[in-house]
């Protein structure tokens, strides 16, 4: 097998490349005096349909955490971490029905903001330094630095410098223009994903037929993975025991059976779609039907998307299992897996994977770089350093924002500083994530729904959140026991004890919520700043309910069948 793109493939690659160049400029173009509105930069105020919103969403979602992180931990665990995102797709219908209501209802354009307004401007500012950290030195860098690695895994490991920058520069093209830009070239990124993503599985499923049964047919090959790798098609693990291995306890620890359901896998998912701006900004400048269905239309595109980004990683397993891949392609770490797919195709086929891969790499870059600017020009620059700033002049400093973001991620990627390729690129970024998501989701959700949380208990939430994750992740065995009733902690394989970290938020979680209400119960019974709620907000449309059955349906049926 040729591992190596070739001509055919860099014709396909360009193609795509143009394709996308030219409709982000044509877009530009077509209303270019929007340019000096920093609502529609920022927002795209008005101008993304519903579909646009969806694919958007999902195109910034799915990156190369999905594709390298998401795969390779199919490769290790199999379709038990497909949670993440049938989970998500539940979590998009509470976003749509309750939280969006509230944002457009109260003008909110930003996440800081909507702290300024619910509680006051100390709570926002914290958590726009914080944001901006957390996006820049976790999200932004991670996408980046996994998504070279895969294209280089295709294009040569020689060529991942210039990967790294090229994948930098083409995102920054991008983000220059807005929102509006972002969100209509997302529609064609979106669709190029997929129609990679879906060629990539095809191909993959095909030679596992042709591999272990002398056949041509890919479904015969979806069959053989799940008789050849049973334990890979189970997405409820069961409690370790004295005698299970430790690769067993090593899949436990990440995805923890039936209690994750009752703990972190709610939290991590809520926070990331409804408290995130590098996602709800997607919908904040669309009225609350549009916003809906766009929404809705992201859930139910992520129904699919672990056909196309876990898949692979259980078909890679299984040829490797049976000694299919050669060293040079393949050694058996889980982050090589999507790219030991990607070797599998042929010519032209695999340009085109190479394209939806980039897609969902530069769509993700754009995306989140645009919430970086966003938040630092909008929440920071025009509040505290320059309030009598024309739009002109913060479209300007957006921009600026983007290439000094996009600057230190290719800085801090040059070298894995961050040790990302250790950590696994998936894992990397969920456990990272999950120190603020348990205090940044408690203030969310008591700030919208509960009129007597204040101030300082939001404060005092984010704070309590992020030592209790630190505490739960790093300390609690060494404190408290492996055994409590708490939790179980078992061994990490380098000498220590760990609990798993959905467990770990889910009691954060809990802890700060209580806290907070406590703090919050004296003080007055109605908070000044609480936003006003009425029924007709969540009233939901003949329409929205169609696409909420048909996704709890699904989700439903896919688990009745791979409990």
């Given at each position: 097998m040729d591992q190596l793109l070739q001509t055919s493939d860099y014709i396909?690659?360009?193609?795509?490349?143009?394709?996308?160049?030219?409709?982000?400029?044509?877009?530009?173009?077509?209303?270019k005096s929007a340019e000096s509105s920093t609502k529609d930069y920022f927002l795209a105020e008005g101008s993304l349909t519903w579909w646009a919103i969806g694919a958007s969403l999902i195109a910034s979602n799915i990156s190369a955490e999905q594709f390298i992180g998401m795969s390779g931990e199919g490769f290790f665990a199999g379709i038990a971490v497909a949670a993440y995102e049938w989970i998500a797709a539940i979590a998009l219908i509470i976003i749509a029905v309750w939280f969006i209501p509230v944002y457009l209802k109260n003008k909110i354009y930003t996440m800081p903001q909507f702290l300024k307004q619910r509680y006051n401007e100390t709570v926002a500012i914290v958590m726009a330094v914080f944001w901006l950290f957390l996006y820049v030195f976790v999200n932004l860098t991670s996408i980046l630095y996994l998504g070279a690695m895969a294209i280089s895994g295709l294009a040569g490991a020689e060529y991942f410098y210039a990967i790294v920058l090229g994948l930098a520069a083409f995102a920054f093209v991008i983000t220059i223009g807005g929102m509006k830009v972002i969100g209509y070239t997302d529609v064609i990124q979106v669709a190029v994903l997929i129609l990679g993503g879906f060629v990539a599985v095809y191909l993959a499923l095909y030679t596992v037929d042709e591999a272990l049964n002398q056949g041509s047919s890919a479904f015969n090959g979806f069959l053989t993975l799940m008789k050849k790798a049973p334990d890979h098609f189970h997405m409820i693990f069961d409690k370790p025991t004295?005698?299970?291995?430790g690769d067993y306890v090593s899949k436990y620890i990440a995805l923890p059976g039936i209690t994750m359901y009752f703990a972190g896998q709610w939290i991590a998912n809520l926070n990331y779609w409804g408290c995130n701006q590098y996602i709800t900004q997607r919908a904040l400048g669309a009225d609350l039907k549009t916003a809906r269905n766009g929404i809705l239309f992201a859930g139910f595109l992520k129904l699919f998307m672990p056909v196309i980004v876990m898949l692979p990683g259980i078909a890679?397993?299984?040829?490797?299992?049976h000694g299919y891949f050669d060293g040079a392609v393949f050694d058996g770490k889980k982050d090589g897996a999507y790219s030991a797919i990607l070797s599998l195709l042929p010519a032209g086929m695999k340009g085109l994977s190479a394209a939806a891969l980039t897609a969902a790499i530069v769509a993700s870059l754009a995306g989140k770089a645009n919430s970086i600017s966003t938040i630092f020009t909008l929440d920071i620059y025009h509040?505290?350093?320059?309030?009598?700033?024309s739009e002109k002049q913060l479209v300007w400093v957006g921009r600026v924002t983007v290439l000094v973001a996009m600057l230190i991620a290719i800085f801090c990627t040059w070298d894995d500083l961050l040790g990302i390729g250790g950590e696994g690129g998936f894992t990397f970024i969920q456990k990272y994530t999950g120190f603020i998501s348990p205090g940044v989701f408690a203030m969310f959700i008591l700030g919208m729904f509960w009129k007597r949380t204040t101030g300082t208990a939001a404060i005092v939430g984010v704070l309590s959140g992020f030592l209790l994750s630190v505490f739960f992740n790093n300390y609690a065995p060494s404190v408290l026991g492996n055994e409590t009733l708490l939790y179980t902690a078992y061994p990490d394989g380098k000498g220590g004890f760990e609990i798993p970290f959905l467990i770990?938020?889910?009691w954060s979680f809990f802890f700060t919520m209580i806290l907070m209400v406590v703090i919050s119960l004296a003080g007055p019974k109605v908070n000044p700043k609480a936003f006003a709620l009425d029924k007709a907000m969540f009233?939901?449309?003949p329409s929205n309910t169609v696409w909420i059955t048909i996704i709890l349906m699904v989700v439903i049926a896919l688990y009745a069948k791979f409990w």
């Open positions: 396909v690659f360009l193609i795509y490349f143009v394709l996308v160049s030219s409709y982000g400029l044509w877009v530009y173009n077509r209303k004295a005698s299970s291995s890679a397993y299984v040829l490797y299992q509040n505290y350093f320059n309030k009598t700033a770990n938020m889910g009233k939901v449309s």
